[in-house]
């Protein structure tokens, strides 16, 4: 490591990272085509530098837009991301909580609903990666939602009593949250492969309008029903 606490960034984590620093923020579409990482390769990297607060997104429209966080700024200039989460200052209500957890925060939540696990333990129940794992762990710890405890080799983990009180509204939002982002994601592709076979934007755009307009009838039908 080139640093103590920290790890060395990788060739992908640079790529993305240089691409959202030096031009700003942009489209998961956009980024493939920057900087030509596979698909799969891409994810991975996208998850990893969201897990470690190096970018963050936002939806905008139909589309979700990454940019670089102040931390990704200082992980470039030093070449390692420094390990460990500050305390929050302060309580953070259980909107503001499920606005900030990750969907490995979220798997791991959800994997502790059933009882204390040890990080081996949490890894194999969710299939998320040593370093994911172990990052969504300092966070619900710096939430205040996990507590740990080492017994001989091994540490446990377990949900707090406040970590207990949001757990099932916070997975169901956050995995919500990360289903309409497969239908963005999804929906973009289409359009994608659309316009390749000759549609043009005129016609996607109506079609678009057209579906909103639906919808919109849906859910006013809906709530006269309720």
């Known amino acids: ?60 429209g139909r589309s979700k837009i990454y940019h670089l966080t102040e931390a990704g700024r200082v992980a470039l200039e030093k070449g390692v991301v420094v390990s460990g989460f500050p305390q929050v200052e302060r309580k953070l209500s259980t909107e503001e909580l499920i606005k900030v957890l990750t969907p490995s925060d979220a798997a791991v939540i959800k994997a502790l609903t059933e009882g204390p696990k040890s990080t081996q333990e949490i890894k194999e129940a969710t299939g998320l990666k040593g370093l994911h794992v172990n990052l969504a762990l300092q966070r619900l710890r710096s939430f205040g939602l996990v507590a740990s405890e080492r017994k001989g080799v091994m540490q446990y983990h377990s949900l707090t009593e406040e970590g207990k009180a949001i757990a099932e509204s916070a997975v169901k939002a956050v995995e919500a949250k990360l289903e309409a982002e497969r239908i963005v994601e999804g929906v973009l592709d289409r359009i994608v492969e659309a316009v390749r076979l000759g549609v043009s934007l005129g016609v996607i755009k109506r079609e678009l309008k057209r579906y909103e307009l639906e919808l919109k009838e849906r859910k006013n039908q809906e709530t006269a029903k309720n």
Do not use: C, H, W
């Open 1 to 60: 490591m080139s640093e103590k606490g920290g790890r060395p960034l990788r060739p992908s984590d640079y790529a993305v990272l240089n691409a959202l620093r030096f031009l700003g923020p942009m489209s998961y579409q956009e980024i493939k085509r920057l900087t030509n990482l596979p698909r799969g390769k891409l994810y991975d990297t996208l998850l990893r530098l969201r897990d470690s607060g190096l970018i963050g997104f936002e939806l905008r």
